[in-house]
């Protein structure tokens, strides 16, 4: 007996060690769950800090409250010493609900990231940066759980699918967790449902019967009244009804309805105020407010004997304007053909294909980078990556072809890094071009862009947006790209939307097309200073012609004191106020097109070259600016001071880099599609941006041309207009004679041979005198033409056997 007893205790003194051992470890772990919920809550520190991130990496911002839940586990654990036992129905609502709340989290972190693959990389990547600076900054999402199950069910569902999944699992899991049976909702609802529809009834029939007993005390009171009224002799007095009885008779039934709604509506959450009518203004006040009224004449008075000068000199002169019609329309959008969007359905599908492809070859070469998120343009895609910390933007530069080869495509861009962004952007080619309707960015263009009508649009961006240029800020715009690239449909599209922008008295235009058949369908447009000019030996001469066009406005504008032709403007629209002094008109703009600029330099490179690059210094503040366009960009036709006084660019699909060098001063351009693929530099900018040119069809062109002629004629500028070539021709031989030549006519006479070189050595004069001088020698029959290498022959005998046929 006695050593039974002793087992017997040995047993139960095991027991209760092992369950007071089981008590100090579960009110341990209770006490350490409640410092790492206390630090996550208060992030007192590094230690802090790292506890909030610890929990954030799985629950993502839901930390806050995980924290709260575990002190409260914590709190249990140390009070009673061992772990809350729930049922396993409230247990999966708990983690349902933790579940669908970190769902929803996660969808809308990588919504705002614009995050479309790659979800737990992304995230991966963000909470790590978060552990680097040891602190909570950005927000994390739904934290790796959240992550994981959005990566699972975005394929499946998508965004909208998931939160649609979410919003239905929280109120299941709520249930759940309450332990609330399915029949009782069921029950609930029907009873709500019930009790709603007969309370509506009970409200309805109440509405019924108050209006039928106010309807019959009207009838009734009708009655009375015609009887009233049927015997005025018979003793009694007239009652005629009072109009108060009807007002009062109508805010009952108006009262009653009221009180019905009220019934049927117990809660109303919107209430709906009237704005009461405004009391009309007395006469004083509007005398006083007409007195308060600044009187213009007052001012500018120095300006308005300016003006007075001004146009006592030049009134008459300015042969720039045409009369104004009033009656002038400008050409509505419906001239215009909508182009349907084209099926990129293909390409969207594509880029998540795409985006793992772009992963695993940079994988694969040892680049580690994140894809943040792929813009789907109407001609490109655009992937942004983000390199890693001590990646170099050369390393993924390189890696041009090497990226195009894997995904198929036929050529790619990088732009590193992208203006504004610290990523990368990666442009590969849709498999199908949306084409931009010229209507279409004509309509949504800004409110301003719509009234300025030097502001034309251009095309859209990669993410859609409409980009539009200021001609009047750039000043001036250079347009470059090989044959077939887009550059004349761009240049109908400044002139369209200049036409259907501007009135004749607004902007002028000068067009160069030496082409002969592209601008030559604009002949007859009112907004024409001059008819077009088809001619490239009498394109320098309209050139010239602008440039004194732009010299008498200098000067205009130091007669009145003006700096720019905007002030000149505001200050004639002073001066035009005072009926006493003559009418002065305004300076419109001035846009001088050139189509194709290389044409005009074989012909005449020195002249047209000079004036436009006194156009491009000058012009600026005159109102005269110039769009040049050519589809050879070398050295010789944009020359350094062409470039240098034209600072706005334009570039469509060129052959090669050196090209692309040539008008944008990098690479970049030989990258381009065609068809309207152009990257656009305004002044000002570091680097070009990537735009899909809007399309205008020749037959739309014509429709604006013809309602354009039909609403006003044109008015040429008969000073303006170039000469013809003889003239040209007599003008040249009017100049007069190189002081040289009578020198070098006896010096080629004497040595019987006739070279530049030799004028140059003898003379010390520069080669282009010496060849004039060579050339009017040949015009003058004192040498022969040139023959290649071979030396020039000399028509005359030397002077000595004439002197010795004198003698004899």
Not at 461 to 473: F, Y
Not at 530 to 543: E, F, G, H, M
Request: glycine residues 6%.
């Amino acid at each position: 007996m006695p050593k039974k007893k002793k087992k017997t205790t040995a047993r139960t003194s095991k027991k209760r060690k092992s369950s007071q051992e089981q008590t100090l470890y579960w009110v341990t772990t209770g006490i350490g769950l409640l410092l790492v919920a206390l630090l996550s809550f208060a992030r007192v520190g590094w230690l802090g800090n790292f506890a909030a991130n610890l929990l954030r990496f799985f629950v993502g911002d839901l930390y806050l409250v995980i924290a709260g839940v575990i002190a409260l586990l914590g709190a249990i654990l140390i009070i009673y010493g061992q772990f809350p036992h729930f049922k396993l129905k409230r247990n999966t609502g708990l983690a349902l609900l933790i579940a669908a709340i970190l769902l929803l989290l996660a969808g809308n972190y990588f919504v705002q990231e614009k995050v479309y693959s790659g979800f737990i990389n992304a995230f991966l990547a963000e909470i790590g940066r978060e552990f680097g600076r040891a602190n909570v900054t950005e927000s994390v999402g739904g934290g790796l759980i959240g992550s994981f199950l959005y990566q699972i069910f975005n394929p499946l569902l998508g965004n909208l699918g998931i939160k649609f999944l979410a919003i239905i699992c929280i109120p299941i899991s709520i249930l759940m967790f309450c332990d609330v049976k399915y029949s009782t909702v069921v029950k609930w609802v029907q009873q709500a449902g019930q009790g709603f529809v007969n309370q509506n009834k009970v409200a309805g029939s109440k509405i019924k019967d108050k209006y039928i007993e106010l309807k019959e005390k009207q009838e009734q009171a009708k009655v009375d009244n015609r009887s009233n009224l049927s015997d005025p002799l018979g003793g009694k007095s007239t009652v005629f009804p009072d109009v108060d009885d009807f007002s009062t008779a109508d805010q009952d039934i108006d009262s009653t309805v009221a009180e019905a709604e009220s019934v049927a509506k117990p809660d109303p959450k919107i209430e709906i105020a009237v704005a009461p009518t405004p009391t009309p203004t007395s006469e004083p006040a509007i005398e006083t407010a007409e007195e308060k009224l600044p009187n213009p004449r007052n001012h500018h008075e120095e300006d308005q004997k300016l003006l007075q000068k001004l146009a006592d000199v030049d009134h008459g002169e300015l042969k720039t304007e045409t009369t104004v019609n009033p009656g002038y329309r400008k050409p509505p959008l419906n001239l215009l053909d909508p182009i349907k969007n084209a099926d990129q359905s293909t390409d969207k599908q594509l880029i998540h294909k795409n985006t793992a492809t772009l992963q695993s070859t940079f994988k694969s070469f040892g680049v580690d980078v994140i894809i943040k998120k792929a813009i789907l343009g109407p001609t490109i895609t655009r992937y942004e990556v983000q390199p890693a910390v001590g990646v170099k933007v050369s390393r993924i530069v390189n890696l041009a072809d090497d990226l195009a080869l894997a995904l198929a495509a036929k050529d790619i861009r990088i732009e590193a890094p992208i203006p504004g962004k610290p990523f990368i952007g990666i442009e590969v080619p849709n498999r199908a071009t949306s084409p931009v309707s010229f209507r279409d960015v004509m309509e949504h263009q800004e409110k301003k862009a719509k009234q300025d009508p030097m502001q034309v649009p251009l095309g859209k961006d990669v993410t859609g947006q409409i980009i539009s240029a200021n001609l009047a800020k750039m000043p001036h715009l250079l347009i470059a790209g090989s044959t077939g690239s887009g550059k004349s449909v761009a240049i109908n599209t400044i002139l369209t939307s200049i036409l259907m922008k501007a009135r004749p008295e607004e902007v002028k235009l000068v067009l160069i097309d030496p082409k002969m058949v592209e601008l030559s369908v604009y002949n007859g447009v009112p907004h024409l200073l001059i008819p077009v000019v088809t001619d490239a030996k009498l394109a320098a001469n309209a050139l010239h012609k602008a440039v004194k066009e732009m010299e008498r406005r200098y000067k205009l504008f130091a007669a009145s004191g003006a700096r720019n032709m905007d002030e000149y403007n505001q200050k004639v629209a002073e001066n035009n106020q005072d009926k006493t002094k003559p009418v002065m008109k305004p300076l419109p703009y001035i846009v001088v097109v050139v189509d194709e600029l290389s044409d005009l330099m074989m012909v005449g490179g020195h002249d047209v070259e000079g004036a436009i690059v006194r156009l491009g210094q000058m012009a600026r503040a005159a109102g005269v600016h110039m769009i040049l366009a050519t589809q050879r960009p070398s050295v010789d036709v944009i020359t350094g001071l062409i470039k240098a006084n034209v600072p706005s660019r334009i570039s469509f699909a060129v052959s090669s880099g050196i090209d692309s060098r040539t008008i944008l001063d990098q690479t970049g351009a030989e990258k381009l599609l065609g068809r309207g693929d152009m990257l656009f530099m305004p002044i000002g900018a570091s680097k070009p941006e990537r735009i899909q040119g809007a399309f205008i069809a020749s037959e739309e062109v014509e429709k604006v041309i013809d309602w354009v002629k039909n609403q006003q004629k044109v008015e040429y500028d008969q000073e303006m207009i170039p000469q013809q070539t003889a003239s040209n021709e007599q003008a040249s031989d009017d100049e007069p004679e190189d002081e040289f030549y009578d020198q070098a006519v006896a010096l080629v006479r004497q040595q019987q041979s006739a070279s530049v070189s030799m004028l140059q050595r003898r003379f010390r004069i520069g080669y282009n005198r010496a060849a004039r001088i060579v050339d009017e020698m040949e015009a003058k029959g004192v040498v022969g033409p040139s023959e290649g290498s071979k030396p020039r022959q000399v028509l005359l005998p030397p002077e000595k056997e004439n002197n010795n046929e004198d003698h004899s």
